[in-house]
């Protein structure tokens, strides 16, 4: 059984320009959720798919947005980024109508210059 | 408003000593209720979770933790600090039902000395 798994592990990109993050879901779930931790905070809550359907939002504006494709794989788009978009983003998976139990990936560490 | 406090930003404890770490919650409905710890550079692994029941839960590596309801209190414990249990640990709530929106307390940072 192979855990949930993102791509890039690093990125740079410059204040502008637009990012996709990628998530591969641990096998057997069918619910992807995205985090954003800052430097020194706890992770803040994106948003949720399921079914490929985008199932619950945090206090994120549009330009946050995602895919989660038939697979279970997902994606964190973020466009005209800015210098505080700068964090690790966090996938996490699930299975809808259990316990709630989310697995995290490793992440990937973004950083807007 | 539905929120998590830890109180304490980093902790130090000497190697065999016993650690807590405060967790304390606001949240309107019943909640599940997480501890999570982080090494530098790493994700998140979960330490042990509380849906129901039992109100003192254990966890991996030694872990437990024990739900009070009347003080909105999850606080984590361990009764001897090895040195790799140095890390960030956060705690989370999270809703029963309809979805998985789960907010996170700003982390307790935990030093471990020799």
């Known amino acids: 059984e192979t855990g949930v798994t993102q791509s890039p592990t690093h990125l740079i990109k410059t204040r502008g320009q637009q990012v996709t993050l990628r998530c591969s879901s641990q096998?057997?779930?069918?619910?992807v959720s995205w985090y954003q931790q800052a430097l020194g905070q706890g992770p803040q809550f994106i948003f949720q798919?399921?079914?490929?359907?985008?199932?619950g939002r945090g206090n994120f504006p549009p330009r946050f947005s995602g895919l989660q494709f038939p697979n279970y794989s997902s994606e964190l788009n973020v466009n005209a980024l800015e210098l505080d978009d700068s964090a690790l983003y966090l996938c996490?998976?699930?299975?809808?109508?259990?316990?709630?139990?989310?697995?995290f990936g490793p992440g990937t560490r973004l950083t807007v210059l | 408003a539905q929120s998590v406090t830890q109180p304490d930003i980093h902790i130090t404890v000497s190697e065999g000593a016993s650690l807590e770490l405060r967790c304390n919650y606001s949240?309107?409905?019943?909640?599940?209720l997480f501890w999570y710890v982080q090494s530098p550079g790493q994700g998140l692994q979960l330490l042990l979770k509380?849906?129901?029941?039992?109100?003192l839960v254990q966890g991996i590596k030694g872990f437990e933790a024990e739900f009070k309801r009347s003080q909105s209190s999850f606080n984590l414990r361990k009764p001897s600090v090895h040195w790799s249990d140095a890390a960030e640990y956060f705690c989370?709530?999270?809703?029963?039902?309809?979805?998985?929106?789960?907010?996170f307390g700003a982390g307790t940072r935990l030093f471990v000395k020799a």
């Open positions: 798919y399921y079914r490929e359907e985008e199932n």
């Open positions: 949240y309107g409905a019943t909640p599940y």
């Open positions: 509380y849906f129901s029941g039992d109100t």
């Open positions: 989370a709530v999270g809703p029963h039902t309809g979805g998985f929106k789960t907010i």
């Open positions: 096998s057997g779930h069918n619910t």
């Open positions: 996490a998976s699930g299975t809808s109508g259990g316990t709630n139990e989310q697995f």
